[in-house]
Each structure stands twice: as C-alpha cells, then as structure tokens.
C-alpha cells in the first residue's frame, strides 16, 4: 500500500515528539554513573554543579570518594588521619589535589612569552578582548595592537592637557575618561567628548561602560551614570564614603 502525505505528516509529528521529550534529564541513573565513571576529576566536579540531579548523582555514588582513594593508592596525595568518608576529609583532599594539580601544570607546562615596547613611557593600563590589545594612559596615547601580529593597528592621541585615567573598548569605539570628561574615539577616526550636564564631579576614577551607558567611579564616593548619546547624567549611586577606585 502506498504511503500517503496524511500518513507522512502524523508520523513525522510522532517521531519529532519523541525527539523534543528526549533530554538529558531523560537518561537514567546507571547510565549517567557510567558515563561519568570514565571522567577525570575536574570534568567531574564540573558536572556535579550543572543542576541538582547530576549534583546527586556524583555524590550518591561515591565517585569523588574513589577517586581520592585511588589517588592515595597511587601516593598523588597524603594519606590523613581523618576518616576517610566524613564531608570535611573529602574536601580536603579534593583541594589538595586540586593544588599539586595547578602546581605541576605551573612547572610542567609549557609557557611561551611575547614582549614588545609599545610607547616610549610605561603602560599604565591595558585591555584584551577579540584579539586585540588596547595600550596607553602613560604617554596620553592609546594604541590598538593585534594579538597575532604584534602590529600597532591604530593610535588614538589625548589633545586634553588632563591624562586618560582610565578606557575601555569594543569593536567599533573607544570610550576613555579622561579627566572630568568622557570621550569617545570612533574606530574610523572621529573623536567625540563630552562632560556632565547637570552635575560635575572633581575627580573621577574609573570607569566602565555598557552601551549605551557609561558609570563613572568619582573621588567623592559616588559613582555616575551617564548616557553616552544624549551627554547627560541618568543616576548618582551613594557607594562609598571614600574614593571609588
């Protein structure tokens, strides 16, 4: 009998609903113990805190225990004279091989050192992110540098005769303090700068921004919300009764 397009669809629903139920919360419990009894110690830990049945699952089963009882067996770590299957114990022994872990990948590793001058003062600051290295605050100029080759890509001058005291960046700006002012350096060259409205600050500290806003760490403890396109303060925040640095 031929198969007809009714009959197509109905099957197609039945086997796409049987997909969609199918999750990794549908795997039963030996089958996961199985599974993660071939992890290392760390991709285990790992897996205990992605939700509250795997969490479970890995201390059910003891399988953190007999891993730090091989690990004994082997002399990677001390044997205590505590019991072994108190809570306290096992976390003691779990940070203990967790550190002669980090310390073997310091010694044994291999590690690979680049170094370049890149402004004619020291570098005050710096900032990575998407392959790129941004530079500066020593000689009142940022400079963009690629990760791969090591070459300046761009420069950005501070024509202020106040220093930048702090920057940051994204694919398509820099955004620097520099004083009591925010300036904005386009990546195609323009430069925009703009101070507090309603409100000005003596001295500020640092600064971040999350587009489209920009919050400024101040000397007088407070931290200042500005929006970077309209030019005006949105929020004062009361942080501290000292400098926010």
């Known amino acids: 009998m031929d198969q007809t397009p009714i009959g197509d669809k109905k099957r197609q629903r039945s086997r796409s609903s049987v997909v969609s139920q199918t999750t990794v919360h549908s795997l039963e419990h030996d089958i996961l113990c199985f599974i993660f009894s071939f992890l290392d110690f760390f991709d285990l830990v790992r897996c205990s805190v992605v939700c509250k ?27 205590s004279n505590r019991s072994s299957n108190s809570e306290e114990s096992l976390k003691l022994y779990l940070e203990e091989i967790a ?30 992110k998407m392959g790129l290295l941004l530079t500066g605050v020593g000689d009142k100029a940022m400079r963009l540098w690629s990760l791969e080759s090591y070459k300046c890509l761009e420069e950005y001058s501070n024509p202020e005769t106040t220093p930048i005291v702090d920057f940051d960046f994204d694919e398509s700006k820099i955004v620097g303090l520099v004083g009591t002012r925010i300036c904005i350096w386009r990546r195609n060259g323009t430069r925009s700068i703009f101070s507090s409205r309603e409100s000005t600050f003596s001295k500020g500290l640092c600064m971040r921004y999350f587009d489209p806003e920009a919050v400024v760490g101040c000397e007088d403890g407070t931290a200042r919300v500005f929006d970077m396109y309209s030019r005006k303060c949105s929020q004062i925040i009361r942080m501290h009764a000292g400098p926010i640095t």
């Open 53 to 79: 049945s795997w969490n479970s699952i890995v201390n059910k089963s003891k399988l953190l225990q007999l891993f730090c009882y091989k690990q004994q067996q082997m002399g990677f770590v001390g044997v």
């Open 99 to 128: 550190m002669k872990h980090h310390r073997l990948a310091l010694q044994e590793g291999v590690i690979h050192i680049d170094q370049w001058k890149g402004h004619s003062a020291g570098v005050d600051q710096c900032r990575m």
